[in-house]
Structures are given as C-alpha cells and as structure tokens.
C-alpha cells in the first residue's frame, strides 16, 4: 500500500517543490504573480524555467509541452525535448523561459469557427502560473492558454480565467461595502462529482459503435437493467475496486485531491468526487482525471466510458458542478452561517445567483449542451432541459421571511446538530435534498446537476462566473451608493427576489406537471442542442460577454459555430458507423439465421412429410419481415445522411441532423433490437447488453 502523503503531488511543480527548487527572490516574485496575475519578468521566467527543467529531468522527464483545451474538449499537447546539440555530436538538456512562457503551435487544424478563415493560422500558448506544471509520460506538462495571432480566444481556459477575474472584482466590491477590508481576492470553487461506466476491454473490442461513437448504437434490452437499484453503493467488485485503488493513486502522484469513490445507479457505472478547488485548477484536474481514467481502465483489461449514455435504458452519466465562491481568507461567500435571516451579506450573494440563473436561462443550459447530453436531460435519470433552482424548504423560508420583511421562525423542525463551524446551523432541510432540480442549494454551495460526463467543465463554468459577476457589478453599483447599507440591502435581496422567485422549484422536476408549471412561469423548455445554440449569440448575450471582457463577438460567435458544427459530425459519425454496423454486419447475420430456419424447416420435412415445422417457419416469417423493415430504414437513413449536404448553415444544418439523421436512427434501431430480440444469442454480431452491462 502506498504512503499517500508521501506519493501525493510527486509529478507535480507544487509550491512545496518550487520552494525547494527556486532561489527565494524567485520563488517570491512567481508567488506574486500569481497572486497579482500580472505579466512574469522574462528573467524570472528563465530562472523558473531552469528550476522547473531540473526537477522534471530528475523525475524522468526528457520532452516539454504546453498542455491547453482546444475546443475539441479535450486536451492538446505537442512534445519538444529538452536536447539541444552542442560540439562534439553531444547534447545538452536546456528549457528558456521564453519556452515556458509562450508557445506557438500551428492553430490551423484545431477548431476555431470561422476566425481562421480572418485571420492568421498561426496560434499561441500562453503559460497559466495559476495551474502547477506536472509530469506526465516523460514529459513536463505546462498548462497554457491558447489563443490566434491576433489574440482571439480558441480553447476553453482563456474564458474561463477571464471571468474568474470578473467575479473577483465585482464580489470585492460587495465585501468591501460590508466592511471587509481584509480580503484580497475572491475565487470561484469547484467540485466535480465525475461519473463513468466500465466494461470488459475484450467485450468493447466487438463492438464498432463504442470504438468510433463511444455510445451504443444497436442493443435490445437485457433481462436485467437497473430496476432493483442494487448498484447504487453497492459493494464494489474486487475487479473494479483495483481499477479504483490504481486510480486514486495515480490521481494522487498527480496532486489531486481524489476523495470519493462509488457504485453509480446503472449496472457498470461508477463514480468519483474529487475535494473541490480554485474553478481554473479543478478544470485542468478534471481534464487530467478523465485522461488518467482511460488509461488505469487499459491496464486493467477495462475501458472507461465518458459518454453521456452509452447504454440505452440505463442512466446516463453526468458530472455534478459544485459551485461557490471564497475569499483568499478562507470564508464561503454561500455558506448561510448559523443565521441566514441576519446575514445580509450572504442574502445579497444568494440573490445575485437567483437573479443571474433566472436572467440566463438560456445560458446555462447552452453551457452543457452536447450531442451526447442531449440523450440524457429530460429523460427522467437527469434534470429537465428546464432550469429552474431549488432552495429547500429553509431557505425558501427564510427568503418568504425577507419578502414580507418579517423576522425568521424556524418552528417546529427539527434543529441540525453540527458541531463544525463551517456547517450551516439553522434547522434541519426537512424534504432533504432534492436531486431532481438541476440547479439545487446544497448547504453552502450550488449544485449544478446538468453537466455531461465528457464535457470540459470550463464552459459551464465561465458561463456561471459571468452571469453572476454581472449581477454583482449591479448590486455593487447600487449599494455603493446607499445611505443605510443594512435597509438599501434589504430592499434590494427583496426587489430581487420579488423580481426572479419564478425560478424558484423545490418540487419534482421529474414531473410532467413541472413541464406544465413551467411553461406558465414563462421559463424556457430548450430541449435540444439544436434549440438552444442559436440563443447563444442573441443581443442579450453578447452584451454580457463583451461588457465583461469574457469572449468577444467575434470570440462568441466562433464558439457558437464550432459547437454546432461539432454536434452535425458526431451524428454524422454515428449515423454512417449505425449504417456501417447494420449493412455489413446485423443483414447479413439476419440472412445467415434466416436461412439456418429455413433449411431447418426443410429437414424438418424431410424426415418426415407429414411433420410441419410451425416454429422455425413462424420465426423465419417474423424475422424476414424484420429484415425487410431494416433495409428499408438503412435506405432512408442512407437518404437522410446524404441529404444533409444540401443543408446550408451551421444552426440549419444542426437542425437538420437531429430532426432527420437521428431521427431516422432511432426506427433503424428499433427494428435492429426487435430482430436481436427474436435471434440465438451466437447469431447475432455483437455482445448483448447484458453481456455489456455485467461483463465486469
Ligand atoms: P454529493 O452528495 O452530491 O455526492 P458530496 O458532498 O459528496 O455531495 O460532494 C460534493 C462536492 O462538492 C465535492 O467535490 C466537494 O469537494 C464539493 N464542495 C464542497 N464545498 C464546496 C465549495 N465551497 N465549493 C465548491 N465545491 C465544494
Ligand atoms: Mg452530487
């Protein structure tokens, strides 16, 4: 068994390394720009980037990369040795600090939605000082920015950092009106709870709709799914728990703080929680963990599945976003205190969320859209494509306490014993939590809930930073001019509350008298990626970002085309693998089977002319009138892929797929199940669900 605190943050250029590695000048200098986020002197840089080269070579490393987040999703990186020639046909080992800082990298085939096609081709990595360097397959990884020639953002860091920024301004302003004079700098948190499913790597390998989509395309269902809700923290099988030992432990040497393990509520899915960290850290870190994921998965004769829903039938996965946001002095601006009622300055915090999450609908659920999510909100396992947020049943009180500018009585309920401080202290939330709200209080934090397994948490995390930095900006502006704070405070949670409590929901969102509900309240219903990307770049939401200097019009419309492009081929992708599986693999084991009855029912005869072979002859009918449904939905979804060329418009063009390509998939395998439903097991091409779902 390792030693954790010794193994924890080996790989890692942490600032117990740094003080060790780096002349104390130095070490201070970096620590101030970090904390200040100002430009590094060049000739620090190199005196870091010496240091840094040493420890790497040290542990191992020979190459260097700056390590950034395209708007592919995932990470990038371009390996570089330390080596350079010297006389004598030898090398030396060597690392500037112009290479730690800056990169250059050819930005032409990452996409960029269109600012390619105005600007130069050429793209730069900027090093983020905020986020430790680490060593990764001999290789010392430097976490970067990315961005054009000119500057434009093309990857998922730069917003994000920008608007952490914002939200530092607009919420020390807030603290400052109140009288803190003490803090320095407020940052957002975030915890991401990160689910997956495991299956056998071999059972994967027969599979061509993991290999290329990640998700199935065919698949009938298994006797067994979730019903029994056995899974859910169940015990953990001794294969899988290996895999969650090697993990944790590789998460560890990579200095991130892996705390929570379990058994997920599908059959073969799992979950892990880091403890929460800075937004921009905990968003390298979940990058990084989902890389390492697949890797220990490979080692263990398992393949780790990121997708939102891989397995029709089954829940989905998701990945939880607990958001909060604290002061360089250590206190959670969301945590309520033993009396919320009094604490106006939490109630101010608490209504700036309200106000942004009811102003920018629309946005929160653009910042989780995805081909692959989309299969999963509103399909009774994750919350609707309706944002709404859930307070529970105390706060909720304590804000019907403020509207009618009456005192606070928690009668009657039950009083949470908590002996940390840090604990909310006021009575226990008898309804519990409800986990069916996709926005939901949970103590002294925001949940969350809609986010997509496989998806960078940057995104939904800019997306919360700026619309809550915006409300913070008003409320500062007003306050700051207040007489009396306390009652100018007051009047404004109260106005606020007033003004944004229809997005307010501690019911069932579940429900379809929620739909109903929330249709009357005048919330947005944007089920699709398809529905809800065009909203991205209407006036309101260019305003946002521009005003703040989180994304640039040219910047927003950019993502806004590449994250529709995106959806179009990965239904592209799993329409042509669907078409691919079904012509060459599902018809002809369908014919085989057939004619096996077939002859059967022949030999049947043959033995004896007056023996009539009912059963085979009754399946092989079912079964040809199957195979003939089949082709000709192959044929329509042939039809349907290449009609999509004719479609001009990346919003158009997305439409088109979802309304025609996938629709056209969704009765392709329909049929596909049906057949595999009435055929031996060892006819059909590929293993069963159950085989898939219990291989483990
Ligand atoms: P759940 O019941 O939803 O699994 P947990 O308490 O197990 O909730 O985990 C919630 C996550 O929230 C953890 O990753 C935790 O570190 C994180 N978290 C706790 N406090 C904060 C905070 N102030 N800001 C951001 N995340 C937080
Ligand atoms: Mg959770």
């Known amino acids: 068994m390792a030693n954790v605190p010794e193994i924890f943050g080996e790989r890692v250029f942490n600032d117990e390394t740094m003080k060790k590695y780096l002349p104390k000048g130095t070490y201070k200098e970096l620590k101030k720009t970090i904390e200040d986020g100002k430009a590094l002197d060049i000739n620090i840089a190199n005196v870091v980037a010496h240091a840094m080269k040493e420890w790497a070579i040290e542990n191992g490393a020979t190459h260097f990369t700056h390590w950034f987040q395209p708007m592919t999703g995932i990470t990038a990186e371009k390996h570089d040795g330390f080596i350079s020639p010297t006389a004598g046909g030898k090398v030396i080992m060597e690392f500037s600090g112009k290479e730690l800082i800056k990169g250059e990298p050819d930005a032409s085939s990452f996409p960029s939605g269109g600012i390619r096609a105005t600007f130069e081709a050429r793209g730069y990595t900027a090093w983020d000082p905020t986020s430790y360097a680490f060593i990764k397959d001999g290789s010392l990884c430097i976490p970067t920015a990315f961005c054009s020639y000119t500057g434009e953002a093309l990857d998922k860091k730069t917003p994000l950092l920008r608007s952490m920024e914002c939200v530092n301004t607009h919420a020390l302003r807030i603290l400052r009106i109140f009288g803190d004079t003490e803090t320095t700098h407020v940052a ?15 059972v994967f390998e027969k599979r061509k709709d993991l290999i290329y989509c990640g998700r199935t395309l065919f698949g009938a269902r298994p006797p067994k799914g979730q019903e ?16 969650m030992k090697d993990l944790d432990e590789e998460l560890w040497k990579y200095g991130i703080l892996a705390k929570t393990k379990h058994n997920e509520v599908a059959p073969a899915q799992h979950e892990l929680a880091p403890i929460f960290d800075t937004t921009n850290i905990a968003t390298d870190q979940n990058q990084l963990t989902m890389e390492v994921m697949k890797k220990v998965a490979a080692r263990h004769g398992l393949v780790c599945l990121l997708h939102e829903k891989p397995f029709a039938g089954v829940n989905g996965s998701g990945k939880h976003n607990n958001w909060s946001m604290s002061t360089n002095t250590g206190k959670n601006l969301l945590d309520p205190s033993k009396n919320p009622r009094e604490n106006t300055l939490f109630l101010v915090f608490l209504a700036a969320v309200i106000r942004a999450v009811d102003e920018h609908q629309d946005l929160l659920r653009i910042s989780v859209a995805s081909a692959g999510n989309d299969h999963r909100l509103g399909a009774n396992e994750a919350p609707p494509a309706i944002i709404s947020m859930y307070l529970g049943d105390d706060l909720t009180e304590v804000l019907r306490a403020v509207l009618s500018g009456k005192e606070y009585v928690s009668e009657g309920k039950p009083v949470m014993e908590t002996t940390a401080e840090v604990l909310p202290n006021f009575t226990k939330d008898t309804s519990d939590r409800n986990r069916t709200s996709p926005f939901a209080f949970t103590g002294n934090k925001f949940e969350f809930r809609m986010l997509g397994s496989a998806e960078n948490i940057a995104c939904a995390n800019f997306i919360i930073n700026t619309m809550v930095a915006d409300v913070l900006e008003d409320f500062a502006d007003q306050l700051e001019k207040a007489d009396d704070l306390k009652s100018a405070a007051e009047a404004l949670v109260k106005k606020t509350v007033e003004e944004h409590k229809r997005i307010i929901f501690n019911g069932n969102n579940y429900s379809e008298e929620w739909v109903e509900e929330a249709k009357k309240r005048g919330l947005l219903n944007l089920r699709s990626l398809p529905d809800a990307l065009p909203l991205y770049t209407s006036e309101k939401n260019i305003k946002l970002f521009t005003k703040h200097h989180v994304l640039t019009e040219v910047e927003l419309r950019s993502r806004c085309e590449v994250l529709l492009e995106k959806y179009s081929k990965i239904i592209n992708i799993e329409a042509l693998t669907a078409l691919d599986m079904a012509k060459k693999d599902i018809v002809p084991a369908v014919t085989a089977y057939i004619k096996e009855l077939a002859e059967t029912a022949n030999l049947v005869k043959t033995v004896d002319p007056e023996l009539v072979p009912a059963a085979e002859t009754e399946l092989l009918k079912k079964l040809t009138s199957l195979l003939n449904c089949f082709v000709k939905k192959i ?28 629709a ?16 031996s097991a060892k006819a059909w091409p590929y293993p069963s669900y159950g085989t898939l779902l219990f291989s483990v």
């Open 228 to 243: 029994l809700e056995d899974h859910y923290f169940g015990s953990i099988k001794p294969r899988v728990s290996a895999f």
């Open 635 to 662: 044929d329509a979804l042939d039809k349907a892929v290449v009609g999509a060329k004719e479609v001009e418009g990346a919003a158009e063009n997305a439409k088109y797929f979802q309304e025609s390509v996938l």
């Open 664 to 679: 056209a998939m969704q009765e392709l395998r329909a049929v596909a199940d049906e057949m595999e439903s009435n055929m």
């Open 188 to 202: 957002t948190t975030v915890g991401p709870e990160q689910e997956y499913f495991l299956v056998d790597k071999n």
